[in-house]
């Protein structure tokens, strides 16, 4: 089996170039084996609804690291398998986005995966935000909240494959180099 690394952002503004809040969940041999969390100093400024969204301000995150001095902690995570996110373009985009950002090399490709795509295939005729699956499948959800999110994402994910879903079929390359 393969070792998924379930991670979920919150942003500071509408421009979704910086995270506020990072989220990862890692899966191996069908189970959740850690799980990492950190507020981010997005050296942004804050919109008023991404902070009613996800409860992070300015003030929040004063003594955060920002996203170059959590990289070394994070990268040897995010590098050793497959990314997966709901709503998976977003996530990695950000993500990919605060790279370049910050100057920082890592790999031209990963190979990510999209627990909405793939549950609106598995699961068709239901709806498919975190929130209504967590409700199909009985998870605890504080929403907006990467680290609840990205435990969430990584249950439905391990309800997938518990139920037969061959995750290959859904794997797709997710561009990192700068725009």
């Not at 393969?2 to 979704?16: G, K, L, Q």
């Not at 850690?34 to 507020?39: A, D, G, I, Q, T």
């Not at 003030?59 to 690291?65: G, I, L, N, Q, R």
């Not at 990510?112 to 793939?118: E, F, N, P, Q």
Request: hydrophobic share 40%; net charge negative; proline share 6%.
């Amino acid at each position: 089996m393969s070792r998924y690394i379930v991670f979920d952002v919150e942003t500071p503004n509408r421009w979704n170039n910086r995270m506020s809040a990072i989220g990862i969940s890692v899966i191996e041999n069908g189970a959740i084996v850690r799980e990492f969390y950190s507020l981010v100093q997005p050296e942004q400024p804050f919109d008023d609804f991404n902070t009613m969204l996800t409860g992070i301000s300015a003030e929040s995150v004063a003594d955060a690291p920002t996203f170059a001095q959590l990289w070394p902690e994070i990268e040897p995570m995010m590098s050793t398998g497959v990314l997966v996110a709901h709503n998976a373009s977003f996530d990695i985009g950000v993500l990919r986005k605060c790279l370049a950002a910050y100057d920082i090399p890592w790999r031209p490709t990963v190979r990510g995966l999209c627990t909405v795509v793939m549950g609106r295939r598995l699961l068709p005729g239901i709806g498919h935000k975190l929130n209504e699956l967590c409700t199909y499948y009985g998870i605890e959800l504080n929403h907006h909240r990467a680290d609840s999110d990205s435990h969430a994402c990584a249950e439905i994910l391990l309800r997938y494959l518990a139920a037969g879903a061959e995750p290959e079929k859904f794997i797709r390359s997710y561009r990192m180099l700068p725009d």
